[in-house]
């Protein structure tokens, strides 16, 4: 579930994204992917199985979530 945060804030804070006119999505992030969670079947993906150093929003949220499950 962190993961799928993680990738969905990097796919919103990487900078604007714009719909092509055949239907795709293109974003200027250098990494992104796009989840249904509810399916969990993967509805966009960009270099998605690349490496990457986390960011500090990512940090943060990790943080966030920690302190919840230990308060």
Known sequence: MR????????????????????GGFQTTAQEAILLDMDSGSVLYEKAADKL?????????MTLEILFKKLK
């Open 3 to 22: 993961l799928a945060l993680l990738f969905i804030a990097a796919l919103f804070l990487a900078g604007p994204a714009r719909a092509l006119a055949h």
């Open 52 to 60: 990457f150093a986390p960011a500090s929003m990512s940090k943060l």
